[in-house]
């Protein structure tokens, strides 16, 4: 009897429409939320992460009802988050139909929302959101979707979150983020022996490999991508039967 | 059939509702003492911390006639929170008091492990059930929580472990509890739930 380490596809979400970043060409229209949501949920995901990444504030306005659509093709846990800024954003986001939220620069800025979220719908129910980014050999955390430096370091983040009442870690690598080399083991694996919740690993996605590799030297307990997933050049079962034939716990019935 | 769900305030409740429309049943919110007395049965849905969940049941008065139900027969499915606050009490918020159908206390999971208890994870039969009842050897369920009751309280017939064994289902005449999350465990914790409102024709 083990936990099982968890494969979380990501659904990037602006104005209603799943997108994905593109060097040079800014965003590419990857699908519906809800269908996409719907695959994954019947493909054998264990999670789905929904980010508002939206630019504008109509944008932003539509983010509830793309969660309340999501959720109801659902019989998985769902995460959902991005701008999360105030107790009343987090709660609005919940009663959509999440089962947790991320906060992440709002967080920063003002630590107490973690407690004021924590304390009222659980530490299972609030995701710490942290971008990382390497510097002499620790990590860095970043806010404004990886724009701007915090000068704190990612681990006495981290811990600091934990203790305020976080109950889990979405920890992206900025530096790999998009270039489907790897996660960051290092980074993953320093924030996993930190602190005492679980850690769920993002950014640089690319082959089986740096799955099993992440869920190993990585010490992840969860691994999430988006990419990969969305132009189906990786299946989820494909995926799990190759980690499962490594040793690494994973959930194959559905 | 109608099929009480209690709404205490915090819950993510269009979850637990649509798995139980899905499978056939009426479900009705309940906010409020009478509406509980034409009920079936009663789903008792929870989130996050003991002491809020038993306040959010005390501001609706609602802690009296759930015992009440309970004691007559009517069947209560407790749901992760819901199903610790069938045990007398749990250390999260030691001065308030649960239904108390079991006597054993909640507990804090253990600190050698990584708290919350968050994703699947296999049962351990510990003798047969109503729950449980051809959910395949090895299947997975949907965990969220820092607490749970030990496995070996009276009522556990399946338990799971996460440094500690703890009920992951508990069952005693008309009152079940499951601390994992069925409407968030695909397939087979629909079959969990559906075995719930087979066990009431």
Request: charged share 25%; aromatic share 6%; hydrophobic share 40%.
């Amino acid at each position: 009897m083990t936990l099982a380490r968890r494969i979380i596809p990501c659904l990037d979400v602006d104005a209603g429409r799943v997108v994905k970043g593109v060097e040079f060409e800014g965003l590419r229209d990857m699908g519906n939320p809800a269908e996409l949501g719907a695959r994954y949920n019947r493909e054998g995901a264990d999670e789905l992460v929904v980010l508002d990444i939206s630019a504008s504030f109509e944008g932003r306005a539509t983010f509830l009802g793309t969660i309340r659509r999501v959720a109801e093709q659902l019989n998985i846990p769902l995460t959902a988050g991005g701008g999360i800024r105030t107790m009343e954003e987090g709660h609005a986001v919940l009663l959509a139909g999440a089962d947790k939220v991320t906060v992440n620069t709002a967080a920063v800025k003002r630590p107490e929302l973690i407690s004021e979220l924590s304390q009222q719908f659980g530490a299972q129910a609030v995701v710490l959101s942290l971008d990382v980014k390497r510097t002499n050999g620790s990590w860095e955390a970043y806010i404004r979707g990886g724009r701007e430096a915090t000068g704190r370091d990612a681990a006495d983040w981290a811990t600091e979150a934990v203790q305020r009442g976080a109950g889990e870690i979405l920890l992206t690598s900025i530096d790999r983020d998009g270039t489907r080399s790897g996660f960051d083991c290092d980074a993953t694996a320093k924030i996993a022996k930190t602190v005492p919740v679980p850690v769920i690993a993002s950014g640089g996605a690319s082959t089986f490999d740096d799955f099993l590799e992440v869920f190993t030297d990585g010490r992840a307990d969860a691994a999430l991508a988006a990419s990969i997933f969305h132009q189906e050049t990786h299946s989820i079962a494909d995926l799990k039967r190759f980690l499962s034939e490594r040793g690494v716990p994973v959930r194959r019935n559905r | 059939m109608k099929i009480a769900v209690i709404d205490y305030g915090a819950g993510n409740l269009p979850s637990v509702e649509r798995a139980l429309r899905s499978l056939g049943a009426n479900t009705e919110r309940v906010t409020q003492p009478e509406q509980m007395t034409a009920a079936r049965a009663i789903v008792l849905p929870g989130v996050g911390h003991f002491g809020a969940f038993v306040a959010g049941l005390r501001e609706r008065n609602l802690i009296e006639p759930l015992r009440a139900a309970g004691d007559s027969g009517v069947p209560i499915l407790g749901i992760c929170l819901g199903l610790q606050a069938l045990f007398s009490s749990s250390e999260e918020a030691p001065r308030e008091c649960g239904l108390g159908f079991f006597r054993e206390k909640v507990t804090a999971l253990p600190t050698n492990v990584k708290s919350p208890h968050i994703g699947w994870n296999q049962l351990r039969k510990v003798r047969e059930s109503r729950l449980l009842h051809k959910v395949p050897e090895g299947a997975y369920f949907y965990f969220a929580h820092s607490f749970a009751a030990l496995g070996s309280a009276a009522a556990t017939v399946a338990a799971c472990d996460h440094g500690v064994s703890f009920a992951a289902v508990t069952e005693s005449e008309n009152l079940f509890g499951v601390q994992f999350h069925p409407e968030k465990s695909g397939e087979t914790g629909a079959l969990v739930l559906r075995n719930f409102l087979e066990s009431l024709s």
